[in-house]
């Protein structure tokens, strides 16, 4: 599924042309070299503690770099475009660490110590991340991470799942978790979101996706008793 029929996928039709139309401009957008420059030299993706002292590595040091030149825009970009997924995770990261930021700074005299200069709103901004992050979703290059003294390996959808989720609002997290249940209704991602819908929201559209699923998870079987109908048994 390319991350422009994920888009368009989504329930929401205007929001969904918004949505590819703002992939459209991430897609076309020329960070300048400098960025460019910075970006080159980044080897692995780390994290802020690394080592047995809890240092910044060489690699996080040049990605703090990046977020200070780079316009959130230009991080788009990079997250969405460049060809080593280490250089693409810390795009996304940095623009989830200025969201966050904005979010508890504004725009305050730290934020912008940390970030160049932008006139975008938080608004804005989380619309870039949100939109970022669905490409990302399809995204499942390996990376090699360190943090203190392990080295890990993971996915890149992963990952900016663990660094964005808690960015988004309940509706938008709901829109994604629709967008996971109806894409990949194999997943071990639409399973889980589906126990977790059955415990905690049972409604009529989730019994009736567990229904679906039966065949492929018997296991599901039990979480269809938490409905409490008689056609359950």
């Known amino acids: ?11 929401n039709l205007f929001q969904a042309n918004f949505e590819v139309n703002l992939l459209q401009k991430i897609m076309k957008h020329k960070p300048s070299s400098v960025v460019f420059d910075v970006a080159r030299q980044i080897r692995r993706y780390d994290g802020s503690h690394t080592g047995y002292s809890g240092s910044k590595s060489e690699n996080y040091i040049l990605a703090e770099r990046l977020w200070e030149l780079a316009e959130p825009m230009d991080l788009a970009h990079i997250a969405c475009t460049y060809s080593e997924p280490s250089v693409r995770l810390y795009g996304f990261e940095g623009l989830c660490v200025l969201v966050r930021t904005m979010q508890h700074y504004g725009h305050s005299p730290y934020w912008r110590l940390r ?14 991340l949100y939109c970022v992050f669905i490409h990302l979703q399809n995204d499942n290059a390996a990376v090699h991470s360190m943090a203190g ?6 996915s890149v959808s992963n990952i900016s799942k663990h660094l964005a989720w808690g960015l988004f609002s309940e509706e938008r997290k709901k829109t994604l978790e629709d967008f996971v249940l109806h894409s990949k209704p194999d997943s071990q991602d639409a399973e889980d979101i589906l126990k977790r819908r059955a415990e905690n929201e049972p409604s009529l559209e989730t019994y009736l996706l567990i229904e ?14 938490l409905f409490c ?3 359950d048994i």
Do not use: G, H, W
């Open 149 to 154: 003294c392990c080295v890990n390996v993971s």
């Open 1 to 11: 599924v390319s991350s422009t029929t994920a888009l368009s996928s989504s329930p």
């Open 115 to 128: 970030f160049k200069p932008t006139e975008a709103s938080i608004e804005e901004l989380q619309d870039l």
């Open 212 to 225: 679906r699923q039966l065949e492929k998870k018997p296991q599901l079987l039990r979480y269809m008793a």
């Open 229 to 231: 109908k008689s056609r």
